[in-house]
């Protein structure tokens, strides 16, 4: 039984990484992390090995936490079971969603827009994890939440990546045939075939996006590290001579 201090700090950390404000490879420092949240080290600590537990963070070099960078292969099979569960989420949303569910979702999905217009990825991304889980919710199936919602821990850090592609790049524009509105068009004609295919090609999109993005990152990084052609550095100090 954890106390209500410590439950509310863990809730807060929990909160920043599944909505992209902790990103790849950031290093965790508990004293930083305990100021910023106003509060002493120890719930902190506690949080973290709770999250730790639930593969949100690592440590490295046998003593230092951190957000864990995924490669392309792993984030790819995280979208996967994504689109499995969410979708399967969406189509019991489309059958046991209420009014005021409804409203929920609507309100989020409006709220994402609205950030996306002022240009603030930040939000965007909140808002964008808020509309998830407004869906998820509206399943009411417990269960199956909290499955996906230990996914979003290692989502959300990845997540950000293409809220700020789409954010900066214009991407996200007020549409009827944006993923978000064509999600809240099936559950409020509560059909369950269209509300799955509209999650999934959300989840899909987004994970091409992150998917190209780590893809790059480790072309560029095996791109570096390659040794020279013609003996490198060696060889061109020979052909001065």
């Known amino acids: 039984m954890h106390s209500p201090m410590h439950e509310k700090v863990y809730v ?29 080290m120890m719930p902190v ?14 440590l490295t070099n046998g003593r230092t936490l951190a957000v864990p960078s995924l ?26 969603i209420t009014a005021a569910e409804l409203d929920e979702v609507a309100r989020f999905a409006d709220l994402v827009e609205q950030a996306a217009d002022a240009k603030d990825p930040a939000a965007t991304a909140m808002y964008n ?32 990546y293409s809220v700020q592609h789409d954010v900066l790049g214009g991407d996200i524009v007020r549409s009827a045939f944006h993923p978000h509105r064509l999600v809240l068009a099936a559950l409020r004609a509560h059909d369950s075939t269209s509300a799955a295919t509209a999650i999934a090609y959300d989840i899909s ?13 480790e072309d560029a990084a095996r791109a570096t590290s390659a040794p020279e052609p013609n003996g490198g550095e060696s060889a061109r100090r020979r052909r001065k001579k």
């Open 71 to 96: 490669s392309a292969k792993d984030y790819e099979e995280l979208c996967m079971i994504r689109v499995v569960l969410e979708s399967l989420a969406a189509q019991e949303a489309a059958k046991n």
């Open 12 to 40: 807060r950390i929990r909160e920043a990484f599944a909505s992209g404000q902790m990103v790849p490879g950031q290093r965790i420092v508990i004293r930083d992390l305990a100021r910023t949240l106003g509060t002493s």
């Open 129 to 160: 994890r808020h509309f998830h889980w407004a869906v998820n919710a509206a399943s009411h199936r417990p269960l199956l939440i909290r499955i996906i919602e230990s996914l979003w821990l290692r989502v959300g850090p990845q997540v950000s």
């Open 45 to 58: 600590r506690e949080a973290l090995r709770r999250l730790e537990a639930e593969n949100a963070v690592v």
């Open 205 to 217: 999109r987004a994970g091409n996006i992150i998917s190209a993005h780590l893809r790059a990152m």
